[in-house]
C-alpha cells in the first residue's frame, strides 16, 4: 500500500484541516466535533440540511457544503458511519426553528446513527426529517443494508434539495422534494481495481489484470458479477441497461447524467464513458439536459466508474438550474 500521509490514524483528522485551510470563506469545522459547516450557521431564514458518512469517498460530503446544498457535513473515520453524538452535534449547530432534514444513504450504520440522533433532537424540540436514498439497482439487499444501497445519486438529493430549502420553504416541502428526487435517481457501478483502507493496509478485494468487478459499493465492496474487463462502449451498456429497464423512461424523457469517476479513473476515460452513454440514451430517443463528468462520489483510489441517470420533470429541472456555490458543486 503506497499513501500519501503520515500515519494511518491520523488521515481523517489531517484531511478536515487540509479542506477547511483550501475553502477558508466557506467552511468551518465545529470545534469538538467531526462536522464541517458553511460559516454562516444557523441561517434563520432556512430549513437546515445535513449529509455524511465515512470519510473516503471526497468530495463527498463536505465537498457539497454550501449556498444551495448542504449546510453540515458529519465525517466518519473511513467507510465507517459517523457517529450519533457527531451527528447530533450538526443537528445542534444548525437549526435556527424551521427544522432539519437530513439527506441518509442507506447504510445499516449510516441508518442506526441519524435516526437516533434525529431521536434525540426531537425530544428536546427540534423538527426534523430524513431522506433516505437507494439508487443503486446493482443489489438489492446485502451485509451492509437492507435495500438498495446510496451511492453517488445522493449528490442530486443534495442538489435539489438544497435549491428548494434556499428558496425558504418548509421542512415538509424539503422532504417531499427529497423524496421525489430520490425516487427519481439510479446508479450502478464497475470496478478495474479495489482500494485500500489506511488502517488495514490491504486491498479491500483483488481483481487480476484482465478482471473488472460489477456493481460495485462505494466502500470496497464486491459487486454481482466479476468477469473480463470490457471495451468502454460494453461497459457503459452494462451498467445503462439496468438502470433504464428500472427507471422505465419513455421517449422524449429528459434526465441529467452524471458520470462519476470512483477514485483513480483518468479524466480522459470518464468521457470516452461519456460518449457511449450519450449514444445509448440517444438511441433510446432519451433527452440530456445536462451532464456531470467527475469524482463526485470516490471510494479511496478505486479505478472505476459509476453511472447516475435521474428522471426530470420541469419543477426538478428549475431547482437543478438553481445556484449553488458549494466548493465541488457550483451552478
Known amino acids: 500500500m503506497k499513501k500519501i500521509m503520515n500515519h494511518p490514524d491520523q488521515v481523517v483528522e489531517e484531511m478536515m484541516t487540509g479542506m477547511v485551510l483550501a475553502n477558508p470563506q466557506r467552511l468551518q469545522r465545529i470545534k469538538g466535533t467531526t462536522v464541517l459547516s458553511k460559516k454562516t450557521i444557523p441561517n434563520a431564514k432556512k430549513v437546515a440540511l445535513i449529509s455524511g458518512g465515512g470519510s473516503g469517498h471526497e468530495p463527498a460530503h463536505a465537498g457539497y457544503i454550501g449556498k444551495g446544498m448542504l449546510d453540515a457535513a458529519v465525517i466518519g473515520e473511513v467507510f465507517t458511519a459517523p457517529t450519533m453524538d457527531q451527528i447530533y452535534a450538526a443537528i445542534k449547530a444548525t437549526h435556527s426553528g424551521h427544522g432539519v432534514c437530513l439527506i441518509v ?6 441508518i442506526m446513527n441519524f435516526d437516533m440522533a434525529a431521536e434525540l433532537a426531537v425530544t428536546e424540540g427540534i423538527d426534523v426529517e430524513q431522506v433516505v436514498v437507494k439508487d ?3 443489489i438489492e439487499d446485502s451485509i451492509f443494508t437492507t435495500g438498495r444501497r446510496g451511492i453517488a445519486g445522493t449528490i442530486f438529493i443534495h442538489k435539489i434539495t438544497g435549491a428548494l430549502a434556499e428558496q425558504g420553504a418548509t421542512l415538509q416541502e424539503v422532504k417531499r422534494i427529497g423524496e421525489k428526487a430520490a425516487n427519481a435517481v439510479r446508479s450502478m457501478g464497475i470496478a478495474l481495481s479495489s482500494c485500500s483502507i489506511p488502517a488495514a493496509g490491504e486491498p479491500t478485494f483483488t481483481l487480476s489484470d484482465s478482471e473488472m468487478e460489477v456493481g460495485i459499493g462505494i466502500h470496497g465492496e464486491p459487486g454481482i458479477e466479476r468477469m473480463e474487463v470490457a471495451s468502454a462502449q460494453e461497459i457503459a451498456r452494462q451498467l445503462v441497461e439496468p438502470i433504464l429497464a428500472d427507471l422505465q423512461l419513455g421517449k422524449g424523457a429528459e434526465v441529467a447524467l452524471m458520470i462519476n ?5 483518468p479524466q480522459m476515460e470518464l468521457y470516452i464513458v461519456m460518449k457511449e452513454v450519450h449514444s445509448l440514451l440517444e438511441k433510446r430517443e432519451v433527452l440530456i439536459y445536462q451532464s456531470f463528468v467527475g469524482e463526485y462520489m470516490t471510494s479511496l483510489e478505486m479505478g472505476g466508474v459509476s453511472i447516475t441517470i435521474f428522471a426530470l420533470d420541469e419543477e426538478l429541472k428549475h431547482l437543478l438550474n438553481e445556484e449553488s456555490d458549494a466548493p465541488y458543486f457550483r451552478v
Open 105 to 110: 444513504k442507506n447504510y445499516a450504520g449510516d
Open 261 to 265: 469517476g470512483m477514485g483513480a479513473t
Open 136 to 138: 443503486d439497482v446493482a
